[in-house]
């Protein structure tokens, strides 16, 4: 690897045979050399999991021209960490996470594993963005998505990320993309949440579903609203969840 | 269960086994009924993550006056939003999570489980609290938190807490306790964070280790701080992680 072009750390949550990795790999090869880090297995749902209680792997998956592949036996974030203590050469300039097979908008930025990976490099102090399009497929075509990663990929590595804040941007899918908005994530809980059964021996068990209630579908100011217009949404996510506005109130509350 | 009496959810990361859990249960079972669903094992570091590509399965655990302890095969989230799902009578008037074998201070808060539980209730619309001991223990001493547990936990049902924000407190181990500050979480960052073994084989693996580094030992109003005096700290938490003060300056980096 050419230690003066700029590094460019990738992970996911889908895992490293997942073809939204290869695609975000695609896009931005020709901005830098390419470490790429991915969860050996499928780990959608894992949010900011670390692996605690047992060893990690590392596996070498590939090796071309300016782009290396690995594989990691845990999680998006143990593979952002693990990448960062034992594969990356150099500091990288920037990390991306996905592109996703799946939507991260609304509030589903709290369970996301691409959002944990982006957020990871964010506390480490390198600027991170999370790509996903909204098409869980494994065939989803991510064509559309290509100038809109180049373009807010080179935008962030011109002119950075203020601290501690990484960026969400979710792509719709099976349309052409009218363009991009800069919004917040909008408000909202998940109904209907799981499907209940009975297994052959007449015990139940239970299997995670449910849909997005959005509670401000009509607010021009959220990613649920753009997304269902055939935008791009960047929602700009930062990692400390203290809420500092409330401080005041809860003083007086236990005081 | 006395429907005219409050009903208290408790989950916790450390599972149903822990200690914690029920120190937690013992605390406040004078102030309402209680629900505990608990991780069937361990989870700690779990953050968000959801069990989405797998089954889950309930157990009864025990039940006694006001009191009924369940498992779930899952994570500390899958716990709540399937005890809101399946277990609960009612709606629950709060929800509390931990006690935690450990601490959450500082940036631990999104890898952590029993916040991550705290979190899920949070959005759910429910007044919530994670409560977390700065001691790994199993055998580790909670007597000194219950008065703290049971004065937060009062003044919440009373007061509420604002829409979308729950509390991560934390309590100094091994000493009494000073008194207790609301205050941030400590800006910082993980050192040192893999120890690197070779297996018989002669392959390398790798533990999650590491400390946290403060990047403002000196800040009074930071939870590291204060849990370095023997205080208990208390940190207003919110779910939706939009940077919403971003917005202007990303809007000019993407225009």
Same mark, same amino acid.
């Given at each position: 690897?050419?230690?003066?072009?700029?590094?460019?750390?990738?992970?996911?949550?889908?895992?490293?045979?997942?073809?939204?990795?290869?695609?975000?790999?695609?896009?931005?090869?020709?901005?830098?050399?390419? $470490?790429?880090? %991915?969860?050996? &297995?499928?780990?959608?749902?894992?949010?900011?999991?670390?692996? !605690? =209680?047992? +060893?990690? *792997?590392?596996?070498?998956?590939?090796?071309?021209?300016?782009?290396?592949?690995?594989?990691?036996?845990?999680?998006?974030?143990?593979?952002?960490?693990?990448?960062?203590?034992?594969?990356?050469?150099?500091?990288?300039?920037?990390?991306?996470?996905?592109?996703?097979?799946?939507?991260?908008?609304?509030?589903?930025?709290?369970?996301?594993?691409?959002?944990?990976?982006?957020?990871?490099?964010?506390?480490?102090?390198?600027?991170?963005?999370?790509?996903?399009?909204?098409?869980?497929?494994?065939?989803?075509?991510?064509?559309?998505?290509?100038?809109?990663?180049?373009? $807010?990929?080179? %935008?962030?590595? &011109?002119?950075?990320?203020?601290?501690?804040?990484?960026?969400? !941007? =979710?792509? +719709?899918? *099976?349309?052409?993309?009218?363009?991009?908005?800069?919004?917040?994530?909008?408000?909202?809980?998940?109904?209907?949440?799981?499907?209940?059964?009975?297994?052959?021996?007449?015990?139940?068990?239970?299997?995670?579903?449910?849909?997005?209630?959005?509670?401000?579908?009509?607010?021009?100011?959220?990613?649920?609203?753009?997304?269902?217009?055939?935008?791009?949404?960047?929602?700009?996510?930062?990692?400390?969840?203290?809420?500092?506005?409330?401080?005041?109130?809860?003083?007086?509350?236990?005081?």
């Amino acid at each position: 690897m050419d230690s003066n072009r700029p590094l460019i750390l990738i992970s996911n949550d889908d895992g490293v045979e997942a073809p939204g990795l290869y695609h975000l790999i695609d896009c931005v090869k020709d901005y830098g050399d390419i $470490i790429a880090v %991915a969860p050996a &297995a499928p780990h959608s749902g894992m949010s900011s999991a670390i692996t !605690v =209680n047992a +060893p990690l *792997r590392i596996k070498a998956i590939s090796e071309e021209e300016g782009v290396k592949v690995y594989s990691v036996s845990g999680t998006p974030v143990d593979c952002v960490k693990l990448g960062l203590h034992a594969l990356v050469p150099r500091r990288p300039d920037i990390m991306l996470s996905g592109v996703n097979h799946g939507s991260n908008s609304g509030n589903s930025v709290i369970y996301s594993g691409t959002m944990g990976a982006a957020l990871e490099a964010c506390m480490a102090g390198i600027p991170a963005i999370g790509y996903s399009l909204l098409h869980h497929s494994l065939a989803a075509d991510f064509s559309e998505t290509t100038p809109y990663i180049r373009r $807010i990929t080179q %935008a962030v590595m &011109a002119g950075g990320l203020e601290k501690g804040v990484c960026l969400n !941007v =979710n792509f +719709p899918s *099976r349309c052409a993309i009218e363009g991009m908005k800069v919004v917040k994530a909008a408000k909202g809980f998940w109904t209907e949440e799981y499907q209940e059964y009975t297994d052959p021996h007449g015990k139940p068990f239970y299997w995670l579903t449910g849909r997005f209630h959005n509670l401000e579908p009509d607010n021009p100011d959220t990613d649920e609203y753009w997304l269902n217009r055939h935008y791009a949404s960047v929602v700009p996510v930062r990692a400390d969840q203290t809420a500092a506005d409330c401080l005041p109130a809860l003083t007086a509350l236990l005081g």
